[in-house]
């Protein structure tokens, strides 16, 4: 367990670099301004009305939260006149997480975007920020019910379909009439888009393995957490037939136990740590499917600086920006374009510029 702490330490210490959140409270982390000036130019492009907005995000430390910083970052980079500050609580602190969006609602009026593990906490600071005129945009997590008339804009995934994919992605891996359990640790119980996964999965496991038991279950948000919590039910239930997770912990996790205890477990589960990347790579993961939660944020960014820039709305409603399904098939051109922040944008940029160029598309109406 040194080792494997170590390990960790290495990772979130290159990741932190990578994110350039500085793993602390915020982060002035992106902007193409001139000082001075209220135009500015950004790959030979003449600038726009320099704007101040933000994003803030639950934590630094774990994957789905990294992906996002990094998108809306370069969001902004690719966005002449844009002024992004970051903040995120190092580790899931809902009334610091809070307190950071307060603050971003009083520095960066132009429009904060935000994700949250805890939406309930937020519904007083989202409707006093709707009243003092802040454009809002959620990012994966609906807000809490009775801040409709605050944020009127979720970019988000259909998390029931994401939920069918990864249960499609394992049905190939379990015989017809197979009977036994299938593990799911649920990393954040409750949280509507983790609830909502589940709901999926088990939806096809019930139509196409109807032998199967379900067995749901707290596996802890942070990662030593989940780590121990997973090894734990392994060992409890070493014979069952499927171990996945709704969440980014879940593959770390047993990948890492697969690889300490030397044995194949089928495993299934979401989001792209490298961890999880190369479980699939050597085989330890049978599938993830990534929300694509780079191209969320970026998308985000992107539809705030446009309305702030030109004095228009945001879009209303809930935009699908789409999820993937990362196995054997795709693993190397997935970790090839995950290998940087700059890979990562030469991949997104035209993925949002054709969703950016026509939102119907994407959209529905709020609640549909």
Known sequence: MTMLRMGRSAVALALCALVAAGCGSANKSATNASSGDSSSSSGGQSGGKTVHLAFVYPTTETNFAQEMALGAKAAASATPGVDLNESAPANVDGP??????QAATRTSKDGVAMMTLTPDLFLRPLLTAGQQGVPLVAVDVPPAKGAENAVKLLIGNSNVEIGQKLAQALLPKIPSGAKGEV???TDTPGLPVLEQRNQ???Q???????NLKMVVFDAKQSPTDNYNTWSATVKAHPNAVAY???GSQAAVSLTRIEKRTGKKLLVGACDLDPVALQGVKDGYVQALISPEHFLKTYLAISLMAKAAQSGGKLPEGVWNSGALTVDSKNIDDIITRQKSAAARTAFFKPVADKQLADPSQYLTPAGS
């Open 96 to 101: 610091k997480q809070v307190q950071l969006f």
């Open 183 to 185: 593990l799911i640790g």
């Open 200 to 202: 999926g999965f088990k």
């Open 204 to 210: 096809v496991m019930a139509k196409e393995r109807p």
């Open 244 to 246: 996945v997770g709704p």
